[in-house]
C-alpha cells in the first residue's frame, strides 16, 4: 500500500489551537498543500492577521509576519515590493479583511500587488467571542445582536468576492467552501489557480472560503456545516468571480 | 564634494538614500511633501522603490513588511499622519524592527494648522503608539546636522533594532542651506539580519516577526530585552550640544528650529553683559540628563523654550532634578518666538521676576 | 482483505466528528469510553476491511490528524 493522504509538510508540528471541528485547520492544510505541490514554501513568505489565525505564524511551515488587524495586505506590499521573485500570501478574517482591513483589501486589490489573500468568512469574530461580523447574515443571532442581525441596523452582510471583482487589479477571485470533500477538492483548485496567478506575475488574487466557527455559532461542527450549507451558501454563492485567463 | 544649496525636505530624502535607504512609504500631508515627491523621483534611479500608500496606516504597515524583508525602508508624515502611524510604529518597535520615521511638526490638536511647531514632543518620546517602548528621537536645528543625522539613522536602527524618528518642524522642511552629504561617518559594526523572512531556501527553519506574546511570562521577557537595549542606547546614543552651561546665570534648553532662536537672544544678551547658556538636545530620546550636571549651583534657572506650551519642560525638570528652578516659554499653534521675548524671559529670571 | 488503511494520530485528533459524517463507508466513530491526553475522545475506525482508501475523511479533517494508504 502506498500513502494517498498524509499531513501536509507545509504545516509544522505543532497542534493547533482552533477548536474541534473549526475549519481554520481544514484552509489552512489546503494552503500547506498548495505551496508544496507548487513546490514554492521554501520561497513563501506568509502574513497571519489578527483573529482566530493570529496564531497561523506558528502552524504554515515557512517564513511568516504576524501583521496589525487588517494591516496584512500592507504588509504583504512591503514583503512582496522588496522580495518581487518571492511568493507572498495573507490569510486573513472577516473582521480583519471586511471589516478594519476593509480599506488595505481594496487598495492591495487596487494596485495590482502580486500576493495572494486567503479569506476565511465565517460570519462572525471567533477569537474574541463571537461578535457581529461585516458578514454576519441578516437575522444571525451574535453577541452584539442577541436577536439577530437587523439590516436597518447594520446594513446588509458585506459581499467581498463580487465587490473586489470589479476591481481591474484583481486578476483571480473566488469563492469556495469546506463543508464536504467535494466542496473541499474544488477550494484546492481555486487555491492553486490563486497561487498560480501570482507566480505567473498577473495580479492580485484572493480566494474567499466560506467556513464555519461551531463555538461561536452555538453548533456541533456537524451541524455547523450544515447550517452552512443551508444558511450562507444560498446569500454568498460560490464559483470564480474572475480569472485572468477567462478575459 | 562640494556644498549644494538644497531645500530641508529633499535633505531628507537625499540623505536617506545616501543612508542606504531603499524603499518609501508614504501618504501626502502638508509640510512634507517634498520628501515623499523626492524620494518617488530618486528611488528608482537607485533601483529603490517609492510606494504611494492609501494612507499613513498602510504606509507604516508597508514598513513593517519592508523592514521584515531586512530592508533599508522608511515612512514620513506630519503631526496628524504620525498619529495614524502609532499603531504600525508600537507593532514594529515589538517586533524589533529597524527603520525610520520623519516627523515634519505642524501645529496641533487635531487637523490644528500646517505651520511650524514642536507640539508632538510627547507623540515622538513618550511612546505614541501602545506599550512599553521607545524611539530614537533626533532633533537637528539645522540641514547639514539633519543630513548628517539622517544618513547616519538606518545604521544606528539596524544596530539596535529599534526604529529611529527624526523631529522636525515645517521649518527645517521649508528652509533653504547650503549642505554637503557625505558618506556615515560613524561605521558600526552590524550582524547580518539573520532574523529576516527572506524563505527559509529550505536551509533554516522558518522566520517570524511577530510581537504576540500571550504568555504573560514571555512578554515580560520581551520587554525586559528591549529594556536592556534601551539601556544600551542611553549609555551610548546622547548628543546635545552645550554653549557656555558652565558660567551661567541662565541656562536656556531648547531644540531644533527654536534652539536657533534661542541662541540669537542668548548672544543679544551676551552684548548686555549676561551670561546665558544653552543646552540643546540632538536626541530627545535618550534625553541628555548628563549635560544638566556642568550647570553651576548657584544658576538662577532654567528656560525652557519651545514652539508648543510646554512639553519637553517635563524632561528639563526630571533633569534639573530639583537642583534649579525651571522656568518655560513658548508659542503655540505655528506662532514663532521672538528672541527679543526669549531676553525678556532671561532677563526676568536674573532680576528675580519669574 | 481491505483496499485502504486509514490510521489516526490520537494527538492531533479532537474528537470533532467530521470524518465520522463523511466516511462513505459508515466505519468510522468516536471512542466515548476513552479520553486522549488532550482530553479529547477521538476518532476510530470501526471495521479496518470495510476500507476503501477514499481518503475522504483525511480531506475532512481540519488537524491533518488522518493519514490513508490505498493499493
Known sequence: MSVVYQKSRGLTDVSTHYCPGCTHGIIHKLVAECLVELDILEKSIGVAPVGCAVLAYDYFNCDMQEAAHGRAPAVGTGIKRVQPDKFVFTYQGDGDLASIGSNEIVQVAHRGEKISTIFVNNAIYGMTGGQMAPTTLIGQKTTTCQDGRKEELAGKPIKISEMLATIDGAKYIARVSVDSPAHIRQAKKAIMRAFQTQLEGKGFSLVEVISSCPTNWGKSPVEALNWLRDNMIPYYPLGVYKDWEAE | ?354 | MAKGKTTFDELLCKGCGLCVEVCPQKIIAIKKDYVTSKGYHPAYVTDSEKCTGCANCAIMCPDSAITVERD
Open chain 2, 1 to 354: 564634494m562640494t556644498k549644494k544649496l538644497m531645500k530641508g525636505n529633499e535633505v531628507i530624502g537625499e540623505a536617506a538614500i545616501n543612508g542606504g535607504c531603499r524603499y518609501f512609504f508614504g501618504y501626502p500631508i502638508t509640510p512634507q511633501n517634498e520628501v515623499p515627491e523626492y524620494l518617488s523621483k530618486r528611488l528608482p534611479e537607485v533601483g529603490g522603490m517609492f510606494v504611494q500608500a492609501e494612507s499613513e496606516i498602510a504606509a507604516i504597515n508597508m514598513v513593517y513588511g519592508a523592514a521584515g524583508s531586512g530592508a533599508r525602508a522608511m515612512t514620513s508624515s506630519s503631526s496628524p499622519g504620525i498619529a495614524l502611524k502609532q499603531e504600525g510604529i508600537s507593532y514594529i518597535a515589538g517586533a524589533m524592527l529597524p527603520c525610520v520615521i520623519v516627523n515634519m511638526v505642524r501645529g496641533g490638536p487635531g487637523l490644528g494648522g500646517i505651520q511650524p511647531s514642536q507640539c508632538d514632543y510627547f507623540q515622538a518620546t513618550r511612546g505614541g503608539g501602545n506599550g512599553d517602548y521607545r524611539l530614537i528621537v533626533y532633533a537637528p536645528n539645522n540641514l547639514q546636522e539633519t543630513a548628517d543625522i539622517m544618513s547616519e539613522a538606518f545604521e544606528t536602527s539596524d544596530y539596535y533594532r529599534v526604529p529611529v524618528m527624526i523631529l522636525g518642524d515645517g521649518m527645517i522642511g521649508q528652509m533653504m542651506e547650503p549642505v554637503e552629504i557625505t558618506p556615515p561617518k560613524k561605521k558600526r559594526n552590524l550582524p547580518a539580519k539573520d532574523w529576516a523572512t527572506t524563505g527559509t531556501d529550505g536551509k533554516r527553519k522558518p522566520n517570524i516577526i511577530n510581537s504576540l506574546y500571550l504568555n504573560p511570562a514571555q512578554l515580560e521577557e520581551h520587554n525586559l530585552k528591549l529594556e536592556k537595549i534601551y539601556e544600551d542606547i542611553k549609555a551610548n546614543e546622547v548628543r546635545y550640544e552645550a554653549y557656555n552651561v558652565e558660567d551661567a546665570d541662565v541656562v536656556c534648553v531648547a531644540y531644533g528650529t527654536t534652539s536657533r532662536i534661542v541662541k540669537s537672544a542668548i548672544m543679544e544678551c551676551e552684548e548686555e553683559g549676561l551670561k546665558v547658556g544653552l543646552i540643546r538636545p540632538i536626541t530627545l530620546w535618550p534625553y541628555p540628563d548628563e549635560a544638566f550636571d556642568k550647570i553651576k549651583k548657584d544658576c538662577k534657572g532654567l528656560l525652557c523654550v519651545e514652539m508648543s506650551l510646554g512639553q519637553m519642560i517635563d524632561d528639563v525638570k526630571i533633569a534639573a532634578n530639583g537642583r534649579w528652578k525651571s522656568y518655560f516659554y513658548g508659542r503655540t499653534g505655528g506662532m514663532i518666538p521672538e528672541p527679543e521675548d526669549i531676553k525678556n524671559e532671561i532677563k526676568k529670571i536674573i532680576r528675580g521676576e519669574k
